[in-house]
């Protein structure tokens, strides 16, 4: 679903503020913003924090962006929370949601996008956008990510 709002501007999803979100959504968002007061950002200064919820439900993974010198070595905040599911889960981990926190609009980078479709193209998206809080599905963010299609013996 795409909406418009007042200054033209398109955007999958629903835009709905802080205050509106269910109790699961808004300590979601929590988590992900006390992750963002963990990262490393050494040289962009743009800290972000995410945190994922899973099928299995036992807990949110929390991630945030670390930049190392070399500049070389950057791990998202999205990926980092992931990659906490699959370690603590194995690689069969589903994420249904994932909350992004950080200083204005935080809309995921392309790479985040693959790395949340590789988990789930339905899964949940939450973030700080145009004032409020941005709910969309992965698929949404990337409608033509890449797939790997296995090939017939």
Do not use: K
């Not at 979601?28 to 899973?54: H, I, Y």
């Not at 599911?85 to 909350?99: C, K, M, Q, T």
């Not at 980078?109 to 992965?138: H, K, M, W």
Request: with cysteine.
């Amino acid at each position: 679903m795409t909406h418009c709002d007042s200054s033209g501007g398109d955007y999958p999803g629903t835009i709905v503020a802080r205050p509106e979100l269910g109790p699961a959504d808004a300590a979601l968002v929590t988590e992900a913003e006390l992750a963002q007061e963990r990262a490393r950002p050494l040289f962009s200064g743009f800290a972000v924090g995410a945190a994922v919820r899973t099928e299995s439900g036992t807990e949110p993974y929390l991630g945030w962006n670390v930049e190392d010198p070399s500049l070389v070595r950057v791990l998202h905040a999205e990926q980092a929370a992931i990659y906490a599911a699959v370690h603590r889960e194995n690689a069969a981990a589903r994420v249904l949601d994932i909350a992004i926190w950080g200083t204005g609009d935080v809309p995921p980078c392309g790479a985040c996008r693959q790395t949340i479709v590789d988990s789930n193209p339905e899964a949940r998206v939450l973030f700080p956008y145009r004032g409020g809080i941005l709910i969309t599905s992965a698929a949404d963010l990337l409608p033509l990510s890449f797939r790997i299609t296995p090939s017939s013996p």
